[in-house]
């Protein structure tokens, strides 16, 4: 398996603007996780997914972002409008739990999304 | 709330000497506690989980790490640092009802010199 891939890798974007990540988790996994890194704050979940459907954003910061997962393949978590502030790496990870619910914990990451917004 | 603290931002170490990431945690009830590492410009990868049992947890790449319950611990070891093992590490804890919720340490550089 290619492992979880993001995209694009790095983003540039002016201060006001739509930003749009993307992230193909590991075929097979049912979790889908959205976190954002900072050397401010580390590593914060923002938002997770089962099965597509959205179960805890309480880390969304603010109404400027947003997620979604139409489909078991693809997920985009978008910025709009973008704010300087905004600034950071965004990991998307993704987890299994067939093997009967709790007994796979790893969340496997991809490599991230580097985001400026100047 | 569950929570965990990395006291160094970075470690130093020669290359065949052992290393020691330090890690100690506060939560509610049983932890569930685990390491990752960071490569540059990569995402996460994990190394090693305590869920119960066995307090010496054996890990990939060498690794291991020690759970204290006394000292609310759970340090990352390896006894021969090598080169190769120049990263970021973090230290996590799972919160105790929700199987998906990760809290991350802030983490710690390791430097592993020649």
């Known amino acids: 398996d290619a492992g979880v891939i993001q995209s694009p890798r790095h983003e540039v974007t002016e201060m006001g603007q739509e930003v749009t990540l993307r992230c193909k988790p590991i075929?097979?996994?049912?979790?889908l996780f959205w976190y954002r890194q900072t050397m401010m704050r580390g590593l914060e979940l923002l938002i997770y997914?089962?099965?597509?459907?959205?179960?805890?954003d309480s880390g969304m910061p603010e109404d400027r972002f947003s997620a979604k997962m139409p489909n078991a393949s693809f997920s985009t978590l978008k910025i709009q409008p973008s704010e300087p502030r905004d600034s950071a790496v965004y990991f998307c990870a993704s987890r299994d739990t067939s093997g009967g619910y709790g007994l796979h914990y790893e969340q496997y990451f991809g490599p991230g999304t580097r985001l400026t917004v100047t | 709330a569950q929570s965990v603290a990395q006291p160094e931002d970075q470690v130093n170490v020669a290359e065949g000497n052992p290393l020691t990431v330090k890690c100690t945690y506060s939560v509610s009830g049983n932890p569930y506690l685990f390491w990752y590492v960071q490569y540059p410009n990569r995402g996460l990868q994990f190394l090693l989980k305590y869920i119960t049992g066995d307090n010496l947890v054996k890990g990939s790449y060498g690794f291991e790490a020690e759970f204290n319950k006394s000292q609310t611990s759970f340090h990352l070891k390896k006894p021969s640092a090598l080169v190769s093992d120049s990263a970021l590490y973090f230290c996590?804890?799972?919160?105790?009802?929700?199987?998906?919720?990760?809290?991350f340490g802030s983490g710690t550089k390791l430097n592993v010199k020649p």
């Open positions: 997914f089962n099965n597509n459907v959205p179960i805890d």
């Open positions: 075929s097979g996994h049912d979790y």
């Open positions: 996590a804890v799972r919160e105790i009802y929700n199987f998906n919720k990760f809290y």
